[in-house]
């Protein structure tokens, strides 16, 4: 599939197990990738129940979804006081690199005008999404030390702080 061949989207409630698959597949990525256990991460500890609770609750959930209606990738986010909070950006393994985890940072964005700041958090040596986030302006403003990890969290300014 050629780059841009997806859409970007408001997920549908009936498709949040499709967005946790994605989202358990990328995560066991991660811990692998970061040799660590998998159960260790709080994304792959997450289950159906709990999204169906962050999106009734209101949180937004954006999907990449490619022509064949395959989810590619998904994001969600939160705002409260100024901030998006933004979270859970995955995509499918084979799908990296196309332009769908930044197409879906800049629909979920500009989903919040009045936002002063963006924030988000990600493991402090995972070099690409840290590359992602640093390209899109994010910069660490601290760590914080799991028991088996350290987290980095990422800032930027949002519409309403320039």
Do not use: C
Request: glycine content about 8%.
């Amino acid at each position: 599939m050629a780059e841009g061949a997806y859409d970007i989207r408001l997920a549908h409630r009936d498709e949040l197990p499709d967005v946790l698959a994605v989202q358990h597949r990328a995560f066991l990525r991660v811990a692998e990738d970061a040799g660590i256990a998998p159960q260790l991460l709080d994304p792959v500890k997450e289950d159906l129940r709990d999204l169906r609770r962050l999106f009734d609750s209101g949180t937004m959930f954006l999907v990449a979804v490619g022509p064949d209606a395959q989810i590619l990738g998904s994001v969600r986010g939160w705002y409260s006081d100024g901030v998006l909070m933004v979270n859970r950006l995955v995509i499918e393994s084979g799908w990296e690199r196309h332009g769908i985890g930044m197409a879906l940072m800049d629909v979920l964005e500009a989903q919040f005008p009045h936002a002063r700041t963006f924030r988000l958090f990600t493991g402090a040596q995972a070099e690409a999404p840290l590359a992602l986030y640093q390209k899109r302006g994010y910069r660490v403003v601290s760590t914080q030390d799991q028991e088996h990890f350290v987290l980095a969290w990422l800032e930027k300014p949002g519409p309403e702080a320039v």
